[in-house]
T-cell receptor, first 115, second 111 residues
Framework: DAGVIQSPRHEVTEMGQEVTLRCKPI?????LFWYRQTMMRGLELLIY????????DSGMPEDRFSAKMPNASFSTLKIQPSEPRDSAVYFC?????????????FGPGTRLTVL | GENVEQHPSTLSVQEGDSAVIKCTYS??????FPWYKQELGKRPQLIID?????GEKKDQRIAVTLNKTAKHFSLHITETQPEDSAVYFC??????????FGTGTSLTVIP
């Protein structure tokens, strides 16, 4: 298995532009998580899905952020319009099962820079 | 909801010495406690975990202890090596599916 796949790995954009981050979870995993990591705020959970359904989006900072999971093998995190303070590393993670004690597997992350 | 606190935020040790990182949690329903290691520029990766029916678990130079009564758990690294230098995160998970992460400990092992 290739593990969790994220694209792009690096994104540089200008303020006001739309940014779309993509994630493919590990096959068979039914939970997917989006995190944002910065030096100041550490690792923050933005939203997570169980069986493609958003369960908790309380970590989504503003209406500019939205996430979708149209099927079990694909999810997107969109920022529109982007702002410099959105610059961070965004991680996607997946996990097998719900209520089962096992690990989350992280993707390699997308490093976003908004100029 | 669950609240996980982690200490210290930074830790420097001499090579060969031991390192201890401590975490506390608030929700008695939490029953799974993983530890992740994140090297610079890399993704967090699981290094060890412990479930609530176990008090201690060891894997070579790494051990984790859990005190359910006091709601705290600790990571112990013995005979530290320069490649142990990284940021370490603790987490707690319960009946839900969400992991509650600590704020991280930056460990530096001085050769």
């Amino acid at each position: 298995d290739a593990g969790v796949i994220q694209s792009p790995r690096h994104e540089v954009t200008e303020m006001g532009q739309e940014v779309t981050l993509r994630c493919k979870p590990i096959s068979g995993h039914n939970s997917l998580f989006w995190y944002r990591q910065t030096m100041m705020r550490g690792l923050e959970l933005l939203i997570y899905f169980n069986n493609n359904v958003p369960i908790d989006d309380s970590g989504m900072p503003e209406d500019r952020f939205s996430a979708k999971m149209p099927n079990a093998s694909f999810s997107t995190l969109k920022i529109q319009p982007s702002e410099p303070r959105d610059s961070a590393v965004y991680f996607c993670a997946s996990r097998l099962g719900q209520g089962i004690n096992n690990e989350q597997f992280f993707g390699p992350g997308t490093r976003l820079t908004v100029l | 909801g669950e609240n996980v606190e982690q200490h210290p935020s930074t830790l420097s040790v001499q090579e060969g010495d031991s390192a201890v990182i401590k975490c506390t949690y608030s929700d008695s329903a939490s029953n799974y406690f993983p530890w992740y290691k994140q090297e610079l520029g890399k993704r967090p990766q699981l290094i060890i975990d412990i479930r609530s029916n176990v008090g201690e678990k060891k894997d070579q130079r790494i051990a984790v202890t859990l005190n359910k009564t006091a709601k705290h758990f600790s990571l112990h690294i013995t005979e530290t090596q320069p490649e142990d230098s990284a940021v370490y995160f603790c987490a707690a998970s319960g009946t839900g599916n969400q992991f509650y992460f600590g704020t991280g400990t930056s460990l530096t092992v001085i050769p």
